[in-house]
């Protein structure tokens, strides 16, 4: 099992940029490494929403159409901690924003184990 713990979300105007990070601890022993990790967004009303994944290694990212070009995700496996880097931010990606580990590369929230509870978002027009 591994506990993750989202943090630097926040308050923005639009155009603006924040980065979110997720540390993990393994209670297993299981390597962080050895985690595809992903990031998924809810807005109020709304199913939560794959936004993108890194593989193992952090040698290959995947992204949504409504992100892609404007949000990066990144690892450090020597830290635990995977990033959201976002950038060109609109109101439409406020949202309570979640970190997930897997076994496989995939975009659908099924096929992560485990998750965060949560950073917060929001963009101001």
């Known amino acids: 099992q591994v506990q993750l713990v989202e943090s630097g979300g926040g308050l923005v105007q639009a155009g603006g940029s924040l980065r979110l990070s997720c540390a993990a601890s393994a209670a297993s022993g299981r390597k962080f490494s050895s985690y595809v990790m992903g990031w998924f967004r809810q807005a109020p009303g709304t199913g939560r929403e794959f936004v993108g994944y890194?593989?193992?290694?952090?040698?290959?990212?995947y992204y949504a159409d409504s992100v892609k070009g404007r949000f990066t995700i990144s690892r450090d496996n020597a830290k635990n901690t995977v990033y959201l880097q976002m950038h060109s931010l609109k109101p439409e990606d406020t949202a309570l924003y979640y970190c997930?580990?897997?076994?496989?590369?995939?975009?659908?929230?099924?096929?992560?184990?485990?998750w965060g509870q949560g950073t917060q978002v929001t963009v101001s027009s």
């Open positions: 890194i593989n193992w290694s952090g040698s290959s990212t």
């Open positions: 997930a580990a897997g076994n496989r590369p995939v975009s659908n929230r099924g096929g992560y184990l485990y």
